[in-house]
């Protein structure tokens, strides 16, 4: 079992509509919790980042964590077709001192115009 | 700087080579990241330095793997004989803190072919 679970995809969603993108992960002693979106042949760039249970949002952007479902959720509202990318989960299984930041696969969004 | 500058943008080695892959970090930024990342996938867990102090090294692949950060800022991944399976993108990323909460942000990467 991967420590970071995510869908592949491809996810495909019409424009404006909700786009979904789920991930569970495996340590209960995970502090901390991202989405970065990657454009093909680009670097993964943080979107959102979500610390406590229940739900964060921003902009067209809302995340959702369940620490004792060990599940985070990214909701995209009104998608758009600059929304199509890779989203990576993340987390941060923080010890002691230090930082230790796992990643998922990556989810394969796709919005339809 | 503005953000994580790394170096070079591409790299082909060809096998058996030695290469070395630069990051400057993000000034001030306490942890300093690398990862692989192979196309299709996510990135992968290399090696974590927090200031010179390289605290988590499990992700490296094998023992040709080296990474280093000498004075706390600028970090260095070396790989000595490539081997094609080193093809990858090579990814780094930096954040101001050390703790559990602290927000990582990536440089553009160093894509490194082995022929």
């Known amino acids: 079992q991967k420590e970071v679970e995510q869908n592949s995809g491809p996810l495909s969603v019409p424009e404006g509509a909700i786009a979904s993108l789920n991930c569970t992960y495996s340590?209960?002693?995970?502090?901390?919790f991202f989405w970065y979106r990657q454009y093909s042949g680009k670097s993964p760039e943080l979107i959102m980042s979500?610390?406590?249970?229940g739900d964060k949002e921003d902009g067209r952007f809302t995340a959702q964590l369940n620490k004792a479902s060990q599940y985070v959720s990214l909701l995209i509202r009104d998608s758009q077709p600059s929304d199509s990318a890779t989203y990576l989960c993340a987390v941060n299984k923080g010890y002691s001192s230090a930082s230790k930041i796992i990643f998922g696969s990556g989810t394969r969004l796709s919005i339809r115009p | 700087g503005a953000g994580v500058s790394q170096s070079p943008r591409y790299k082909v080695a060809k096998r058996g080579q030695d290469v070395a892959l630069r990051c400057d970090p993000i000034s001030g930024h306490v942890s300093l990241f690398w990862y692989q990342q192979a196309l299709g996938q996510g990135p992968e867990f290399l090696t974590y330095?927090?200031?010179?102090?390289?605290?988590?090294k499990s992700g490296l692949p094998s023992d040709r793997f080296f990474a280093e950060r000498p004075e706390g800022s600028v970090s260095t991944l070396k790989i000595q004989r490539t081997q094609q399976e080193d093809s990858a993108v090579y990814l780094c990323?930096?954040?101001?803190?050390?703790?559990?909460?602290?927000?990582?942000?990536f440089g553009q990467g160093t894509r490194l072919t082995v022929v």
């Open positions: 990323a930096s954040s101001l803190g050390s703790q559990g909460d602290t927000e990582a942000f």
């Open positions: 330095f927090q200031n010179e102090a390289q605290l988590d």
């Open positions: 979500i610390y406590s249970n």
């Open positions: 340590d209960r002693v995970s502090q901390s």
